[in-house]
C-alpha cells in the first residue's frame, strides 16, 4: 500500500493498543525473549554527552558514495536519468532507512533499554528513529519534505512486508491504516513532547505510551521509570545531534546514529 505522506497534519494524538496487539498476536512466534527484568547497565549515566554531528567522516567504510561513472557508462546513466535530482532523492532515501533499520535492528538497543524483541516494540523504535529523521528532513525546506516522502514510501513498503511475514495476510489493507494512524499519531505527539512549552517529562509519558507501556493507561514503576527517561534522553540527544549533522550527510545517509554499545561500553569503565 503507498499513501502520500504529510507530516503536520492534524491528526489524533492516539496510539492504537489494540491494532498492536492483534498484529503482535500474529507474531507471537518471533518474540526475542530472556533480558532481564532489570536493567544490566546504569542508565542514570547515559546519554549525558555533549551532543555531536552524525555524519561519518569521509574515509568512513561505511560511507554509502555515489556511482562514478566515466565515458560511455556516464553517457548511457545519464540518459537513463540515473543522475536526475529524483534518481539521487530514492537512492538518499534507501541508504537513510537503511541507518534506521540498522539502529532498529540491533539487540542491543532492546537489552540497553530492557525491551523484549516484539512485533511491538520494533514497529515503536521504527516510527521513533523516523521522526527523528524527517524532522530533520523538514528543517531543510522543501527539498527535505521531497526526501522525506520518499522515506516514508520506502518505510512503508518495509512495514507492510513485515506485517505480511507476521502472518496477517487477510485485511492486511484495515492492519495497514491502523498503523499508518499509529505512525501519524506518535510523530504528532513527540513533536508536541519536544515543544519548549511542553512538560518537562512530557516525552517521557509520550515514550512510555508509545513504547513501553501495554495498555497507555498505567504508570511506570520506578524500574520502568528510569529506563523511560534515559530513552527521552537518547531521543532529545538524537535530535540535537542530528541538528548539527549537515544537509549533505543528511540526504545522502552518510550518518549514524548514536551507538548504544559505545555509550555502554564507556559507562561501565
Keep these: 500500500m503507498q499513501s502520500n505522506f504529510k507530516y503536520g497534519n492534524d491528526c489524533s494524538n492516539v496510539v492504537l493498543h489494540r491494532s498492536y496487539a492483534k498484529v503482535a498476536a500474529a507474531a507471537a512466534d518471533s518474540v526475542l525473549k530472556g533480558f532481564p527484568n ?6 542514570n549515566k547515559m546519554f549525558w554527552s555533549k551532543p555531536c554531528s552524525l555524519a561519518l567522516a569521509s574515509d568512513s567504510p561505511l560511507r554509502v558514495d555515489e556511482p562514478k561513472f566515466e565515458g560511455i557508462k556516464h553517457t548511457i ?5 540515473f543522475y536526475s ?14 541507518r534506521i533499520i540498522s539502529q532498529v535492528e540491533k539487540p542491543l538497543i532492546y537489552e540497553v533499554f530492557n525491551l523484549e524483541k516484539t512485533f511491538k516494540t520494533t514497529f515503536s523504535l521504527l516510527v521513533l528513529h523516523m ?5 530533520r528532513l523538514k528543517q531543510e525546506g522543501k527539498e527535505g519534505v521531497e526526501l522525506g516522502q520518499y522515506l516514508y514510501e520506502i518505510y512503508n513498503h518495509d512495514v507492510e512486508m513485515r506485517v505480511s511475514k507476521a502472518g496477517v ?3 492486511l489493507h484495515r492492519w495497514m491504516k491502523d498503523l499508518e494512524k499509529i505512525f501519524y499519531g506518535n510523530l504528532v505527539a513527540y513533536d508536541s513532547a519536544i515543544l519548549p512549552v511542553a512538560k518537562q517529562d512530557e516525552l517521557s509519558n509520550v515514550i512510555w505510551r508509545n513504547i513501553f507501556s501495554d495498555d497507555g493507561s498505567s504508570p511506570p514503576n520506578d524500574a520502568a521509570s528510569q529506563t523511560v527517561q534515559a530513552m527521552a534522553r537518547y531521543a532529545r540527544r538524537e535530535v540535537s545531534c542530528l541538528s548539527l549533522t549537515d544537509k549533505e550527510a543528511m540526504f545522502s545517509g552518510n550518518f549514524m546514529f548514536t551507538s548504544c554499545k559505545a555509550l555502554a561500553e564507556s559507562v561501565s569503565k
Design 38 to 43: 532489570q536493567p544490566s547497565i546504569n542508565l
Design 77 to 81: 546513466f545519464k540518459l537513463l536519468l
Design 85 to 98: 535530482k529524483q534518481s539521487q532523492s530514492i537512492r538518499g532515501a534507501n541508504v537513510v532507512y537503511k
Design 131 to 135: 521522526w527523528l529523521c524527517l524532522r
Design 169 to 171: 495476510n487477510l485485511l
